[in-house]
């Protein structure tokens, strides 16, 4: 009889012993997924609104970059909310200031996410090379956002944290 009480105690401390190790791991793996979830726009800016202006304006490696202190114009992109992914681009050039705004998309699953910017209202000089009311950024590691339309023979415009 003492064989089997102990025999039942073993098979019962090594049955419990793999519940709880799964209980662990899964516990982790929600509390991973789970925080991931609650970043939301958080992975991207620490607050909010959040201001990105234009650094760098380039055309391709033939004709040199045109850095900040260069470019004939003020160029901010705002991110409003976290909550509503809303954005508003102001261009001020000649003193004369020209606001425009949408809401974002975030593309988490390229090896570099990609803001996609929709707009709302008019806009002239959206920078795509198509005839769509969408933009499309690079979000680098470096914390900067590229808007590229060179393979359209456009701009690449580089912007960087305010």
Same mark, same amino acid.
């Given at each position: ?8 105690? =073993? ?29 939301? =726009? ?121």
């Amino acid at each position: 009889m003492p064989f089997k009480s102990n025999y039942r105690s =073993n098979f019962h401390h090594s049955y419990m012993s793999r519940i709880f190790i799964i209980l662990v791991l899964f516990i982790s793996f929600i509390r991973c997924t789970t925080n991931d979830d609650q970043e939301g =726009n958080t992975f991207f800016f620490n607050s909010y609104p959040f201001t990105y202006e234009l650094k760098k304006i380039s055309f391709g490696s033939t004709v040199p970059a045109l850095e900040k202190g260069s470019l004939d114009r003020n160029e901010t992109i705002s991110f409003d909310s976290p909550d509503t992914f809303t954005f508003s681009t102001t261009t001020v050039k000649d003193n004369s200031p020209r606001s425009f705004n949408g809401t974002y998309v975030i593309d988490r699953q390229q090896k570099e996410p990609r803001i996609a910017f929709t707009y709302t209202t008019p806009k002239t000089n959206i920078r795509n090379c198509s005839n769509s009311h969408t933009e499309v950024a690079l979000f680098k590691s470096d914390r900067t956002l590229l808007i590229s339309t060179l393979l359209c023979d456009g701009p690449e415009c580089l912007y960087g944290p305010e």
